[in-house]
């Protein structure tokens, strides 16, 4: 089975496997793939009729299902690939329906499901949008008609009818208003604008909403799958009151216009922000579409969380007034230096708040994807640092890493920690532990070798262990 990394050469030959993909969450669509491909390094591999997208989620390869006419035929031959190169047998995008095949197969052991609310996709009834008709879509009638009242009738162009110098001088206004945005809010105007170029080729539809000056002051793109319109981005000009509800419905009569009348809209998740979340839900949702993590072979299925005690630290499971001391240990940026972490650079963190840390780790632990210690001193409620299993591997390797917060740095208690951590991992989960290190990271090292490890590879940035 050979990946192949997706670009735009290969969008043809992809959407005619994923137009045969029976289910409808956007991580499976072209726009999708096309958008997220350099930050979750989207790779495909397509044998026996069938295809296999490969993401790194969470810095960890994850998987699709296979879907086409070779399905359980590639199925095996994916766990014959992660079995030989040593990685996760993980599965992302994974609906209810199929979690019924990952139950009811031989091959998977200690299957771990879950997801996470927050890259659920929201479903709306194409035809309510068309005319908002109806008590329950009176505010985004209000929202129109008052667009209406100030500027005029909604005029909704084609994409292709357009000057593409007008759309990114939008753009550009539009990035000026939201200059507080995250890191993920950034990202996702950046690959907004390169699926906008690229509209023709990747097989999406567009439209533009102009003003009575016919000045570009609104964008939707979107793609078909099924009987279903999905909607990759809604940029619009806020100056504009009521702008969203018009651009919206203006995007789907587009469609009905130019295909014909469809029966969902799909607008994609909220990625966990509050005021998203709670402007999609005022559309009246009728259904979300929750994506599922399916982990084979998860270690976290054997701990018992007992207390694992040493000389003068113990190890115990993640508590809810730990949530404080673990948003410290993850925003001190100096001490993150070696552990290769930025909390500004991370997509996942849309709204940072004392819990979002805390939360996130236990949205791990739930998907199977880690197994996170508390490191405490003996007869002290205090978490003063944390361990960590993850990199779960379908051969049952996983990676042990611990940090310690600064104030408690230099006692030892890291290396009493890691070593109990390895000592448990080995012994009691039977992994096959493995530890890096950054090169220039002298204490790190110390603490990995003490408890036994040897060096056995190192690269230009990491040093090994096993």
């Known amino acids: 089975m050979i990946f192949r990394r997706f670009d735009i050469e290969s969008a043809k030959e992809i959407n005619e496997h994923l137009k045969e993909c029976p289910y409808l969450g956007s991580d499976y669509s072209l726009g999708y793939l096309f958008m997220w491909q350099k930050e979750l390094n989207i ?5 026996r009729d069938t295809l296999v997208l490969r993401f790194d989620l969470d810095d960890q390869a994850t998987f699709s299902f296979p879907y086409g006419k070779n399905c359980r035929e590639v199925l095996e031959e994916l766990i014959g690939y992660v079995r030989e190169n040593g990685e996760p047998l993980r599965f992302y ?10 139950r009811d197969c031989p091959h998977f052991q200690n299957v771990n499901m879950s997801y996470d609310d927050r890259w659920s996709d929201y479903i709306y009834d194409f035809k309510d949008v068309l005319t908002f008709s ?7 009638r209000n929202h129109i008609n008052r667009y209406r009242s100030l500027y005029g009738e909604p005029k909704a162009v084609s994409l292709e009818d357009v000057d593409i110098n007008k759309v990114l001088a ?11 945005s995250n890191a993920l809010e950034k990202e996702e105007y950046r690959r907004s604008i390169d699926l906008i170029k690229n509209c023709r080729d990747l097989f999406q539809h567009g439209v533009a909403l102009l003003n009575d000056k016919e000045e570009v002051i609104g964008v939707a793109v979107g793609e078909i799958l099924h009987d279903t319109l999905l909607i990759h981005v809604e940029k619009a000009l806020k100056e ?3 702008i969203y509800p018009a651009l919206y419905q203006s995007f789907v009569r587009y469609i009905n216009d130019k295909v014909g009348t469809l029966s969902y809209v799909n607008r994609e998740d909220d990625s966990g922000d509050e005021g998203l979340r709670i ?13 599922y993590v399916v982990q084979i072979n998860s270690p976290i299925k054997k701990v018992d969380w007992h207390v694992i005690e040493g000389e003068r630290i113990c190890l115990t499971r993640f508590m809810d007034r730990d949530a404080g001391t673990y948003y410290d240990l993850n925003t001190d ?7 290769g972490y930025d909390y500004t650079e991370d997509l996942n963190i849309t709204e940072l708040h004392e819990r979002v840390f805390y939360d996130d780790a236990v ?11 508390a490191v405490r001193e003996k007869g002290k409620e205090d978490m003063i640092g944390e361990v960590i299993l993850w990199h779960f591997t379908y051969n049952e390797d996983a990676e042990l890493g611990c940090r310690i917060l600064k104030e408690y740095q230099g006692k030892g208690y890291g290396r009493e920690a890691f070593a109990l951590a390895y000592e448990y991992a080995s012994k009691v989960l039977g992994l096959h532990v493995w530890a890096r290190c950054y090169k220039e990271n002298s204490r790190s090292r110390q603490m990995i070798e003490t408890s036994g490890m040897k060096l056995f590879k190192e690269d230009g940035t990491f040093c090994y262990f096993r």
């Open 170 to 180: 939008m753009l550009e206004k539009y990035e000026t208003e939201h200059g507080d």
């Open 363 to 373: 949205s791990d632990m739930t998907l199977g994807s880690s197994i996170n210690f």
């Open 93 to 102: 995008g994974v609906n209810e329906e199929l979690l019924k095949v990952f």
């Open 134 to 140: 109806g008590k329950k879509y009176s505010g985004q």
């Open 240 to 242: 504009y009151r009521g």
């Open 279 to 291: 402007s999609k839900n005022q559309y009246q949702p009728i259904g979300r579409i929750h994506k």
């Open 43 to 47: 790779r495909y591999a397509i044998t």
């Open 333 to 339: 940026r100096e001490n993150n230096r070696y552990w």
